[in-house]
Each structure stands twice: as structure tokens, then as C-alpha cells.
């Protein structure tokens, strides 16, 4: 089992992060909520370090990545150790693997041609989280945090809650064009470490929910509301 190196680093984030890190005690502390809003730079690791004392002491946590457009998927790997108990492999890979010689004989496309990785996440020492925990996730969900996202859901660290992802995670590699202009091509295949896709089609949730018009118009948070509705509900059958 590997890590994901440290280098791999999407870079489709390229905005500056808007309030990064939001952590605060809601329904009267019995539920904390997290906010993980870019993973473009490391200070995200520490912010949830600096705050993960009184994270764990509250009953239930709430996690927040609906506006995370990615960055590096290793900082979203860290977070997660700190979640679960026991850790094991979270997403597989194929790197596409180019032989010129290949081609010429005819033979490029085929499976030959691919190199598969497994990345892993090891768990922090301290026994993870105890309480359950819940993924907000939707189609402002980008690469590095579908990354997250689908680690969190092969390693079983809570419930995903929410609407897809945007299902576009890749290492993008970028090039300039005649003119001026530039583009980007998605150079690796990730997917769930049991060979699930998620490339197309986004990490789905296990409870769907999805905000309405007027839920917007009426500054109305349906997602997080339904969030948590469904802690207080296993608090209450408890």
C-alpha cells in the first residue's frame, strides 16, 4: 500500500480560498460542523490540528465540502486519519503509460499500457472519531475533495449526505495554445480502491438531498439542515 505522493497536486483550484476553514459547535454543541473549503494549500491540515481537540469531544460531526474545488489530495488524506480508527486503501489509480513503439505496431490502448497505483490512509494514533460523522458533498465538489469524498466513503468513516460530486478529479496537466490561450487534459484515471468510477459520474451520496430554488431564495440550507435532522434522529433511537 502507498500514499499518495506528495506531489500529486491538482492544481484546479487556482482561487484564493474564501474563509478556508470554518469550525463551529451547533445544536447546542452537540454536533460539530466543519467546513473544508480548499485544499490548495497545507494550512487547511493545521487549521483542522489546531481545532481537532474540541472536534472529538463533541457527540456527532458534521463535514462540509460542497465549496472545496480541490487542490492537494494529500491534505485531504491527512484530515481523514485523523476520522478513522483503522485505515487501509482508499482509491485506486491508472496512469496512462505512452510507448511510441507501441503505436507504431498497433498496439496502443490496450491494458498493456496502463500502470495501477493504490494509495492508502493510515490512521492517527487515538482510536479516529467515535461518534458518527456526516459528508456534505455536491457539484461544487472538485478532484482533490472527490478524492476526500470517496476515500471517506471506501473506508467507511460515516455517511455521505448531499448531492454527486462533480466527478472531474484528475491530474490535470496544463499546456499552452497558439495565440495565447491554454487547456488542460486529465492525465490518471482515479477511482475507488475496489475499482468502483466515480471519473463522469461523481461520488454518490447515501442520502440524497437537493436544494430547491425557493430553498436558495429564502437563504434556506436544506443540506445542512437534513444533516442534521439525521444526527438528532440516531441520537434519538439510541
Same mark, same amino acid.
Given at each position: 500500500?502507498?500514499?499518495?505522493?506528495?506531489?500529486?497536486?491538482?492544481?484546479?483550484?487556482?482561487?484564493?480560498?474564501?474563509?478556508?476553514?470554518?469550525?463551529?459547535?451547533?445544536?447546542?454543541?452537540?454536533?460539530?460542523?466543519?467546513?473544508?473549503?480548499?485544499?490548495?494549500?497545507?494550512?487547511?491540515?493545521?487549521?483542522?490540528?489546531?481545532?481537532?481537540?474540541?472536534?472529538?469531544?463533541?457527540?456527532?460531526?458534521? /463535514? $462540509?465540502? &460542497?465549496?472545496? @474545488? %480541490? +487542490?492537494?489530495?494529500?491534505?485531504?488524506?491527512?484530515?481523514?486519519? #485523523?476520522?478513522?480508527?483503522?485505515?487501509?486503501?482508499?482509491?485506486?489509480?491508472?496512469?496512462?503509460?505512452?510507448?511510441?513503439?507501441?503505436?507504431?505496431?498497433?498496439?496502443?490502448?490496450?491494458?498493456?499500457?496502463?500502470?495501477?497505483?493504490?494509495?492508502?490512509?493510515?490512521?492517527?494514533?487515538?482510536?479516529?472519531?467515535?461518534?458518527?460523522?456526516?459528508?456534505?458533498?455536491?457539484?461544487?465538489?472538485?478532484?482533490?475533495?472527490?478524492?476526500?469524498?470517496?476515500?471517506?466513503?471506501?473506508?467507511?468513516?460515516?455517511?455521505?449526505?448531499?448531492?454527486?460530486?462533480?466527478?472531474?478529479?484528475?491530474?490535470? /496537466? $496544463?499546456? &499552452?495554445?497558439? @495565440? %495565447? +490561450?491554454?487547456?488542460?487534459?486529465?492525465?490518471?484515471?482515479?477511482? #475507488?480502491?475496489?475499482?468502483?468510477?466515480?471519473?463522469?459520474?461523481?461520488?454518490?451520496?447515501?442520502?440524497?438531498?437537493?436544494?430547491?430554488?425557493?430553498?436558495?431564495?429564502?437563504?434556506?440550507?436544506?443540506?445542512?439542515?437534513?444533516?442534521?435532522?439525521?444526527?438528532?434522529?440516531?441520537?434519538?433511537?439510541?
Amino acid at each position: 500500500m502507498k500514499t499518495k505522493p506528495e506531489w500529486f497536486i491538482d492544481r484546479r483550484d487556482t482561487r484564493p480560498p474564501q474563509g478556508r476553514f470554518e469550525f463551529r459547535l451547533i445544536d447546542n454543541g452537540r454536533i460539530a460542523y466543519v467546513a473544508l473549503n480548499t485544499f490548495g494549500e497545507r494550512d487547511i491540515v493545521t487549521d483542522f490540528e489546531k481545532a481537532w481537540p474540541e472536534i472529538r469531544k463533541a457527540p456527532a460531526l458534521i /463535514l $462540509d465540502v &460542497r465549496t472545496n @474545488g %480541490g +487542490g492537494n489530495s494529500g491534505f485531504g488524506y491527512q484530515i481523514l486519519a #485523523y476520522l478513522v480508527a483503522k485505515g487501509g486503501d482508499a482509491e485506486g489509480a491508472r496512469l496512462p503509460l505512452y510507448r511510441p513503439t507501441y503505436r507504431a505496431w498497433g498496439r496502443l490502448g490496450h491494458g498493456r499500457d496502463w500502470q495501477t497505483d493504490t494509495w492508502s490512509v493510515d490512521a492517527q494514533a487515538g482510536g479516529g472519531y467515535s461518534g458518527p460523522i456526516v459528508l456534505l458533498t455536491g457539484p461544487g465538489t472538485f478532484s482533490a475533495a472527490e478524492d476526500f469524498a470517496a476515500s471517506f466513503d471506501m473506508l467507511k468513516a460515516g455517511i455521505i449526505l448531499g448531492e454527486p460530486t462533480a466527478g472531474s478529479t484528475g491530474q490535470p /496537466l $496544463d499546456f &499552452r495554445l497558439p @495565440g %495565447g +490561450g491554454s487547456a488542460r487534459v486529465c492525465t490518471i484515471q482515479t477511482r #475507488y480502491a475496489d475499482g468502483r468510477e466515480f471519473v463522469g459520474v461523481g461520488v454518490q451520496p447515501k442520502i440524497r438531498v437537493t436544494p430547491t430554488l425557493a430553498d436558495f431564495r429564502a437563504g434556506k440550507d436544506t443540506v445542512l439542515q437534513s444533516a442534521e435532522a439525521y444526527l438528532r434522529g440516531r441520537a434519538a433511537t439510541k
